[in-house]
């Protein structure tokens, strides 16, 4: 099993910034991040389906949806076994709660999770992001 934890969530005014990261622990002996694990965070309103909002493979390579691109950044530290994503100029429209997700085992490009995020098998427990006007 895999277990992520969220933080950095909170309240901020248009314009402001946010750094939310995860960690990412499993019961196994010997877990970690891996080249073969991919990473990424999606956002979600009750009752309505997981956006994708940025992703990165174990390359490092990443990709965002457009309504982030340029404003925020997802990096990986697989040494600690986190992630994380700098949220720049926020806008009102950016709140929601935000999870983060992996995928293990599997080499897809970090695109097709952005499109797609019920790919990802695991996730945390959200941390919610608002912003104000």
């Known amino acids: 099993q895999v277990q992520l934890v969220e933080s950095g969530g909170g309240s901020v005014q248009a314009g402001g910034s946010l750094r939310l990261s995860c960690a990412a622990s499993?019961?196994?002996?010997?877990?970690?991040?891996?080249?073969?694990?991919?990473l990424g965070w999606f956002r979600q309103a009750p009752g309505k389906e997981r956006v994708g909002v940025a992703a990165?493979?174990?390359?490092?390579?990443?990709s965002y949806s457009d309504a982030v691109k340029g404003r925020f950044t997802i990096s990986r530290d697989d040494a600690k076994n986190t992630f994380n994503l700098e949220m720049s100029n926020l806008k009102p429209e950016d709140t929601d709660m935000y999870y983060c997700?992996?995928?293990?085992?599997?080499?897809?490009?970090?695109?097709?999770?952005?499109?797609?995020?019920?790919?990802?098998?695991?996730r945390g427990q959200g941390t919610q992001v608002t912003v104000a006007s």
């Open positions: 499993g019961f196994a002996s010997g877990f970690a991040l891996r080249s073969t694990t991919s």
């Open positions: 997700a992996a995928e293990f085992d599997i080499r897809l490009r970090p695109a097709y999770f952005v499109v797609n995020p019920s790919a990802f098998s695991y």
């Open positions: 990165i493979d174990g390359d490092g390579r990443t």
